[in-house]
């Protein structure tokens, strides 16, 4: 093999710097987030339910907001049904985050975890949070 | 200069390394260096029987707003309205005229009325230089102006994203800002400058003690303008101005025989801006004011 230690060289450079983010980020992996719902809102009312189940929530937020959005903007429709009958007004700054008033460790737990920049606040205001 | 084979893969593998470390490495140094913005609070109100609504929505066919002049006589009959609509809608003040963003505002009677100036500026006919020989207190007088929210808008019929529309329900012309593209179409179709552009991101211009948490800013480079505080309507409340006006703001159904709008306009005489584009604004001034017809 012509320059058989260069080229061997050159082939551990080229993994070491290919498993670069492996191995940089070994250890550090963050905890799976659990996001909070303990806001004062909750704790007074008692009710730990959201507008719909929260395996629902969960997984169909993103869309459920996205139909909020166009229901209150766009049909003017600002009463959600959810699947128990019950009545919502639409409105993501008075009725989510009436209750959801903690974004940083509700909202932003999970956004951060999995790198996505919702471009609501932009806009929206993120409640102000107290220290407790 | 040609590269033979061996040089093409070591510049190849090169590449494709340094563009995985680098992705990886900026996502990292962009996670530490992200810091969240703060804002306000939402504040609880009492809640009924449906979840967040306190009264039941106000409806019509058509909204319409009555201007009555004559309620208007300080500065500060005008600025009532107008700082309400400022303080509810979170509007910035840049400070600087040109990247004004404005809601409802004054005018002069020449601007707000231009097709009831017939006669070349310069030309003085007895010390009118309008050759209107209207009342002069007239022709200082500040007209309170907002989107006239015309039966036939011209600003929705050229937006690209249907950002802009009016309400088959009520008759609104209604801005959502998530669609909006900021093409500023609709501020050229807008005959009566009632269209604002964001030239700059507006939350850094609102005093913190005007903020209102209930009803989000606007992000830079939307268009924005009067939505006869639609939300305020779903609340089964009347528009901030409305409210502030001392009854010099009439605000109700068009549609509606009864209404107090209508009843005011069928024993009055009323204007409108710009009639003859056809817009059909649902803006109407008693401009001798009721006192005076």
Known sequence: MYNGGKIMLGLLIFLAVVTFPFWYNLGTADTIPKPKIETPFIKQHGIKKCVESKDYMRREHMQLLDTWRNDAVRKGERIYVNSEGKRYLIDLQNTCLKCHSNKKDFCDKCHNYMAVKPYCWDCHFAPKENKS | ?293
């Not at chain 2, 070591?10 to 900026?26: E, F, H, N, P, R």
């Not at chain 2, 309400?167 to 012309?173: F, L, P, Y």
């Open chain 2, 1 to 293: 200069m040609s590269i033979n084979r061996r040089q093409f893969i070591k510049l190849a593998g090169l590449s494709a390394v340094l563009s995985v470390g680098g992705i990886t490495a900026i996502d990292k140094v962009k996670a530490n260096a992200q810091e969240l913005p703060s804002g306000a609070r939402a504040t609880a109100s009492a809640a009924g029987q449906i979840f967040g609504q306190s009264k039941p929505p106000l409806t019509a066919k058509r909204w319409g707003m009555v201007v009555d002049l004559s309620k208007f006589q300080t500065p500060e009959d005008y600025q009532k309205c107008i700082d309400a609509c400022n303080r509810i809608h979170n509007i910035p003040d840049f400070g600087e005229k040109k990247d004004e963003v404005k809601w409802i505002w004054t005018d002069t009677f020449e601007h707000t009325f231009p097709d009831s100036n017939p006669r070349d500026r310069k030309e003085v006919k007895d010390g009118d230089e309008l050759g209107l020989f209207i009342p002069e207190e007239l022709k200082e007088k500040r007209f309170l102006l907002l989107c006239n929210h015309c039966d036939n808008p011209p600003c929705t019929r050229v937006c690209p994203t249907k950002a802009t529309w009016k309400r088959e329900s009520d008759g609104i012309v209604m801005m959502d800002q998530h669609r909006c593209i900021g093409c500023r179409f609709c501020m050229a179709a807008c005959p009566f400058g009632a269209r604002s552009f964001n030239w700059r991101d507006p939350r850094p211009f609102i005093k913190e003690e005007n903020l209102n948490p209930e009803y989000p800013t606007r992000a830079i480079g939307v268009v924005e303008k009067c939505i006869f505080c639609v939300e305020r309507l779903e609340q089964g409340l009347k528009p901030a101005c409305v409210e502030k006006s001392n009854g010099g703001l009439v605000f109700g159904d068009l549609d509606d025989k009864n209404s107090d709008v209508r009843k005011l306009l069928r024993t009055h005489f009323s204007i409108r801006r710009k009639p003859q584009l056809g817009t059909q604004p649902s803006v109407y001034y008693l401009i001798g004011g009721i006192k005076n017809v």
